[in-house]
């Protein structure tokens, strides 16, 4: 398997159309680009990667055994690859001498980490309690059930059983080992059908269907074909079986009723007023609230209702409260936008005070938290207390660089500065970083495409570090042109900001030039891209988008038609042909939502449909808007899009464009009847 760069020169350019656009000046870097090489022998390195995935045992024990006898600078990945093809069968002593041959790496707390699931399978608790004191990733929720197993004191100790029933119900897939947890507490007493039915309630609500299989082997077998039953037809098994008592009957009925909510919330409303008299009162406020979530996903603007309903029926219901992040986040976005736009500000502090504590310190809630104390605050000086307390909240939050930081200071008119530049690294710092066995590691993964692995072996190698050992080797990943490894490591940084590395601008010619040809604001482009590949040119999406800008092959067919271009698909990963494509794309997305840069990140991402749905309604402010996309990912995509640009704006000294309200814009709402909408725009999104 070898990895090659396609280029496309400025001849094939001009053969397919592509004239070269008018030169612009590349600006000075502070990186001097140096290459990153692949290790010695990398066909053998990418030989055993390729074994241990077909479990090709022999050819992985032979790739091992050259690779010791070679003295290769990643032998400890052939020796990680060959025990953990083989380790239901491999021994203790065998483990810890892997341990003891390359302690203090990745690979170690890697095995550490597969060996302790194994000891689990085994039921080893001798062994496990001894290698999980060594372990430090700590990362890994299956191992997190197993070491309360482990645990003598679980059976006796209260707080241990907390932390137990916490772990599994906080579990988001099915796994063995918080599935062994949860069956041994509820053999012993120690945890309780009405925990299963909360996490049954969880699996459906967030349509998890392993998990739903798993949590369903702790129910009878009448009540296991029930729920299947529910799942598929729920009309129907609420006709023919629902009932609201005893309480697992009624359990069964609450399920259902969030089934028929998820299939069509306006036509499930009669239904969850009909059986909500007759549930126990916290199921009735689950299944409103689950109604009123629906709604607040499909941007209805009946949601603040239903979540009223379900949050005086849980005030009533004497029991505590145990509903998902999730739904809570739901009931403060609807209350952003209920009432036409005018908002619930009531319901909003409401929610939030719901959250759990971590969820409340989230930047989004302590924004949106000021923002309804302001509208809230009483007249006159008896409003004071509150007011001071919001301004408080918002001058804590305001930043430079992130979104809600710069809402706030858009909020409070501030135009606060980008942070300064940290003094330049010394020799002995650079040199530091380069001599890091994870960092050297690391980068040669990444210079044979082994991406997971390159990506692991450096995350984990930047634990603890401080500011400037993580300077030096964002800067040290810059210059191998590692982009995405560059900004993920600049990021970690507390009190020294290094701009350059987190917010860097490769291409810099390419992406002036392709940008004034598209008719765009490059800076715009850049926070597009930085969110999209993070400037890698070889990066691919799950679902096939590829290059810079992820341009996915219907959609680089449809504009290159579009803008009269014959582009083959071997070309995306070209840097000129991508970015040509993309902001081609890009731009007349833009112009399709008049354009609004919001709306338009939102259907890069997304497709151009979306938005043009979630745009009806009622006319919102742009920040109640963009809180309240349905698509968890798009959300954050929108944000982080366009709080890099304006950084990008700062960095590049524009006159505009370095506020994020200037990007929002004031209001969305529905299209006006001279709009220009392109309705045939294919989805470059999911």
């Known amino acids: 398997m070898k990895f090659a760069r396609i280029t496309v020169t400025a001849l094939a350019l001009g053969a397919i159309g592509l004239s070269p656009l008018p030169s612009i000046a590349q600006a000075p870097t502070p990186f001097a680009v140096v290459p990153n090489p692949p290790p010695p022998n990398a066909d053998l390195v990418l030989d055993a990667r390729d074994a241990w995935q077909k479990r090709d045992r022999a050819r992985l024990a032979a790739d091992r055994q050259a690779a010791l006898d070679q003295q290769h600078p990643l032998a400890p990945w052939f020796d990680y690859w060959d025990l953990n093809s083989r380790l239901s069968e491999a021994t203790q002593p065998e483990v810890s001498a892997f341990y003891a041959r390359w302690p203090g790496s990745y690979v170690e707390d890697r095995l550490r980490n597969d060996w302790l699931l194994e000891l689990g399978h085994r039921r080893d608790w001798a062994n496990f309690r001894r290698d999980h004191a060594s372990y430090k990733m700590q990362d890994d929720r299956e191992v997190v059930c197993y070491a309360l197993l482990a645990d003598p004191a679980l059976e006796r100790s209260k707080e241990l059983r907390e932390q137990a ?30 925990d299963v039915w909360l996490k049954m309630r969880q699996a459906v609500e967030a349509n998890r269907p392993r998990v739903i299989k798993q949590v369903s082997g702790l129910l009878t077998k009448a009540e296991t074909q029930s729920l299947t039953e529910l799942m598929d037809k729920p009309d129907r098994y609420l006709k023919r079986k629902g009932a609201a008592r005893p309480r697992a009957q009624a359990e069964l009925t609450a399920l259902a009723l969030q089934r028929l909510a998820v299939q069509d919330p306006s036509t499930a409303t009669d239904d969850v007023q009909a059986w909500a008299a007759r549930l126990p009162t916290d199921l009735a406020a689950w299944v409103w609230v689950q109604l009123g979530r629906q709604a607040a996903l499909r941007q209805q603007e009946v949601a603040s209702d239903r979540f009223d309903r379900a949050l005086r029926l849980q005030a009533r219901a004497g029991v505590p409260m145990e509903w998902s992040d999730d739904t809570l986040s739901w009931i403060a976005r609807a209350a952003l936008r209920a009432d036409g736009g005018n908002g619930r500000p009531e319901q909003l502090l409401e929610a939030i005070a719901l959250m759990k504590p971590s969820e409340q310190r989230d930047a989004a809630w302590v924004y949106w938290k000021a923002k309804a104390q302001q509208t809230l605050a009483a007249k006159g000086p008896a409003g004071d207390a509150q007011r001071k307390e919001a301004l408080d909240a918002l001058r804590g939050l305001a930043s430079p660089l992130h979104y809600y930081g710069k809402l706030a200071a858009d909020e409070l008119r501030l135009r606060l500065p980008l942070p300064p530049q940290p003094a330049d690294l010394t020799p002995q710092e650079r040199a530091a970083a380069l001599s890091m066995p994870g960092v050297s590691r690391a980068m040669q993964l990444l210079a044979v495409g082994l991406r997971s692995e390159g990506q692991r072996e450096w995350n984990f190698t930047m634990r603890g570090l401080g500011d400037r050992e993580l300077l030096a080797v964002a800067q040290a990943a810059c210059e191998r042109e590692l982009w995405e490894r ?8 507390r009190q020294e900001i290094d701009l350059n590395t987190r917010y860097p601008m490769p291409y810099r010619a390419d992406v002036f030039r392709t940008a004034a040809a598209s008719g765009l604001d490059p800076t715009y482009v850049y926070g597009l891209i930085r969110q999209e590949s993070r400037f890698m040119m070889d990066a691919r999406s799950h679902v096939g988008a590829s290059g810079l800008m992820q341009v996915m092959p219907a959609t ?20 000129d042909v991508n970015l040509r494509l993309g902001t081609g794309y890009l731009k007349l997305v833009l112009d399709s939502f008049d354009g609004s840069q919001a709306m338009a990140a939102a259907a890069y991402n997304a497709g151009p449909n979306r938005p043009r749905r979630w745009r009806e309604g009622s006319t919102l402010d742009a920040a109640i808007w963009t809180e309240n996309i349905p698509i968890n990912e798009t959300r954050d995509y929108v944000r982080k899009v366009l709080s890099n640009a304006t950084v990008y704006a700062q960095l590049m000294g524009r006159e505009g464009g370095t506020q994020l309200r200037e990007r929002l814009g004031r209001v969305i709402g529905p299209a006006g009847t001279t709009a220009a909408v392109a309705q045939d725009l294919p989805a470059n999104g999911n």
């Open 556 to 575: 680089a067919k449809w504009t290159a038609k579009k803008l009269g271009l014959d582009v083959k698909p071997e070309m995306l990963h070209d840097r």
């Open 486 to 493: 560059c900004i993920s490591t600049s990021e970690r940084t």
């Open 165 to 194: 029933r916490s772990a599994w119900l906080n579990q988001r897939d099915s796994d063995e080992g918080c599935h062994l947890l949860a069956t041994t507490l509820l053999e012993t007493g120690k945890l309780k059908d009405t």
